[in-house]
T-cell receptor, first 112, second 113 residues
């Protein structure tokens, strides 16, 4: 998958650690998204960036901190997470805010 | 899409048969609908979308049907193949400034050889 890439693919961290997830899109899109996918819930939108500006924060706890330095890169900084934050974190991008979203492969996060 | 609870519905079909995956949505103001396929260990992959001014749209081996009266969406897969085994998600959104995809919990499709 070369359209939207995510690193790392797997991450195990303790509750006191600080780590970052990285997303890069090679599609020339202007909007980028973070989603959380848990085993027993539908995909949950976390953050939306449009032209590098955050346009949506879906009541996400402050222990998740997004960063979008340019339209091609998106980060999710993690600190003092809880075990219930263990999930698949998916990044997506779209040409414009209302266009089809294309997803990356996700980062499987486990918080011990 | 709407959450259908904790249990992921499963559809088992014979290879070569047609598959029909159903989805209900709750927002009558939604005007954009999309289907994604997610294979194990991968992110969701776009299959097909449809806007509310249409009731049917066809792609390669897939057809999406929209019934706005009963707020129902379906994905039909013709001549189902083993590679079609995956979880299928529907999502809906309003095409205005508050555009946000609302995902259903998904349906697992198992293709029997």
């Amino acid at each position: 998958e070369t359209g939207v890439t995510q690193t790392p693919r797997h991450l195990v961290m303790g509750m006191t650690n600080k780590k970052s997830l990285k997303c890069e899109q090679h599609l020339g899109h202007n909007a980028m998204y973070w989603y959380k996918q848990s085993a027993k819930k539908p995909l949950e939108l976390m953050f939306v960036y449009n032209f590098k500006e955050q346009t949506e924060n879906n009541s996400v706890p402050s222990r998740f901190s997004p960063e979008c330095p340019n339209s091609s890169h998106l980060f999710l900084h993690l600190h003092t997470l809880q075990p219930e934050d263990s999930a698949l974190y998916l990044c997506a991008s779209s040409q414009e805010r209302v266009d089809t979203q294309y997803f990356g492969p996700g980062t499987r996060l486990t918080v011990l | 899409g709407e959450s259908v609870g904790l249990h992921l519905p499963t559809l088992s079909v014979q290879e070569g048969d047609n598959s029909i995956i159903n989805c209900a949505y709750s927002n009558s103001a939604s005007d954009y609908f999309i289907w994604y396929k997610q294979e194990s260990g991968k992110g969701p992959q776009f299959i097909i979308d449809i806007r509310s001014n249409m009731d049917k749209r066809q792609g390669q081996r897939v057809t999406v049907l929209l019934n706005k009266t009963v707020k129902h969406l379906s994905l039909q897969i013709a001549a189902t193949q083993p590679g079609d085994s995956a979880v299928y998600f529907c999502a809906d959104a309003r095409m205005d400034s508050s555009y946000k995809l609302i995902f259903g919990s998904g349906t697992r499709l198992l293709v029997r050889p």
